[in-house]
């Protein structure tokens, strides 16, 4: 009988411990997950405006523009990966794609889908290696 109120005192005393660390290793890496989130967000939105054939540039240009302007937080967001030359060469291609894409919002459906794709293949390119 001691035996087993000890060993189910140890369970929760680990499942406690489990929890806090998991917690703590969460919240180290919120700033991170934000910007991808954001990025996956409006990308989403693109994709959604894309299928509901609403392609003029005045329904995207605010989703390119924050894809533009998060995509730029990428380097604040992983400083410790930004020193292996292939992540910072992906997460800058990314970011001047997007930007030039996004400059320029595309006007018709047709335009949109490639606009899309270019993105999608710069962000692919970097989670095949590193997500």
């Not at 680990?14 to 700033?31: D, E, F, M, N, P």
């Amino acid at each position: 009988m001691r035996t087993l109120l000890l060993m189910i005192l140890a369970a929760v005393i680990g499942a406690i411990a489990a929890a806090q660390i998991t917690g703590a290793l969460r919240q180290r890496s919120a700033y991170q997950r934000a910007v991808m989130d954001m990025m996956a967000h409006h990308a989403g939105a693109l994709d959604h405006s894309l299928r509901a054939q609403r392609c003029a540039a005045t329904t995207t240009a605010n989703d390119f523009a924050v894809l533009g302007t998060v995509s730029g937080d990428i380097p604040q967001a992983f400083p410790e990966m930004m020193s292996d030359q292939h992540f910072a060469q992906l997460a800058n291609g990314a970011r001047t794609t997007i930007g030039v894409v996004g400059g320029t919002p595309p006007v018709e459906c047709v335009g949109l889908r490639k606009a899309i794709a270019r993105i999608g293949e710069r962000c692919d390119a970097c989670h095949r290696e590193y997500r």
